[in-house]
C-alpha cells in the first residue's frame, strides 16, 4: 500500500504553487512571466511521473490526483486568460464545460466498474497536453484563436468517443 | 521589477521552436505508433482505444505545425 503522502503527490500539489504569481502576471499584463509559470506547472505535470517511477510509489490515489490537479490547474488558467481577455470566450466555455462532463462521466464509469478507476484514454492524454499548450499560446499571444477554436471541434470528438466507452460499450474484464 | 524576461524577438522563436519541434515530433511519433498498429485487432477495445489516440495526437501534431507555419507566413 502506498502512502498518499509520496513524493509524487507532493510534486503533483507543488504545481498549484504556480498559481499566484500566474495570477500576479496576467493581472500586471507581463505576458512572459505569465508564459514562464505555465511552462514550470506543465513541467512539473511531467516530473510527478517520473518521481513516481523512481520513488516506485504510483498508486491509483496519485492517477486520480493527476488528473484532478490537471483540471484544477488548467480550469483555473483559462478562467483567468479569458476574464483578462487574453483568451476568447466561447473556446474557453467549451474546453471547461467538456472537460467537467469528462470527469463526471469519469465518476460514472467509476461506479460501474465497482472501484475507483480512472479511464485510460489515450485521445484525452493528447488533448490534456494540447490544454497546456493553449495556455501558452494565449499568454504569449501565439495565434490564440486558431490555436482555441482548432481545439473545440478535437475534444467535442474525443468527449463523445470517451463517452460512449465508458457508458456503452462493456467494461473491460467484464463477462457481459 | 521588469516586466520582460528576454527580448520579445527572442520571445517569438522561443515559442515558435517550443511549438514546431513538439508538435512536429509528436505528430512522427503517433503516425509511427499508428503504423505500427495496422496488423492488430481492430475489435480489441484497447487497440481502438489506441488507434484513436494516436488518430488525434497526429491531427494534434498537424495543428500545432500549421499554427507555426500561419504565425509566420500569414
Known amino acids: ?176 | 521589477m521588469n516586466d520582460q524576461l528576454v527580448s520579445h524577438t527572442v520571445f517569438v522563436w522561443f515559442l515558435t521552436l517550443f511549438t514546431g519541434i513538439v508538435a512536429f515530433t509528436w505528430f512522427v511519433y503517433d503516425a509511427i505508433k499508428l503504423l505500427r498498429l495496422r496488423k492488430e485487432d481492430g475489435r480489441d477495445p484497447v487497440v481502438h482505444d489506441k488507434r484513436f489516440g494516436y488518430g488525434i495526437g497526429v491531427v494534434i501534431g498537424a495543428v500545432g505545425v500549421l499554427g507555426v507555419l500561419k504565425y509566420h507566413l500569414a
Request: contains cysteine; neutral net charge.
Open chain 1, 1 to 176: 500500500m502506498v502512502s498518499p503522502y509520496n513524493p509524487a503527490n507532493a510534486v503533483t500539489a507543488s504545481r498549484f504553487l504556480c498559481l499566484p504569481p500566474f495570477v500576479w502576471a496576467v493581472d500586471n499584463g507581463y505576458h512572459q512571466w505569465a508564459t514562464l509559470f505555465v511552462v514550470i506547472c506543465g513541467l512539473l505535470d511531467k516530473v510527478d511521473g517520473l518521481v513516481a517511477k523512481i520513488f516506485n510509489c504510483r498508486s491509483v490515489f496519485g492517477e486520480l490526483f493527476d488528473a484532478i490537479t490537471d483540471g484544477i490547474c488548467y480550469g483555473f488558467c483559462l478562467i483567468i486568460l479569458a476574464a483578462y481577455g487574453w483568451a476568447p470566450v466561447i473556446p474557453v466555455i467549451a474546453v471547461i464545460s467538456l472537460g467537467l462532463t469528462n470527469s463526471g462521466l469519469r465518476a460514472i464509469y467509476s461506479k460501474r466498474v465497482g472501484r475507483p478507476v480512472n479511464y485510460k484514454s489515450y485521445a484525452m492524454e493528447r488533448i490534456v497536453a494540447y490544454t497546456a499548450y493553449l495556455l501558452g499560446f494565449a499568454t504569449g499571444e501565439f495565434e490564440v484563436a486558431f490555436y482555441f477554436w482548432m481545439f473545440v471541434p478535437l475534444m467535442v470528438i474525443v468527449v463523445l468517443h470517451d463517452t460512449k466507452r465508458m457508458l456503452i460499450d462493456a467494461v473491460p474484464g467484464s463477462t457481459a
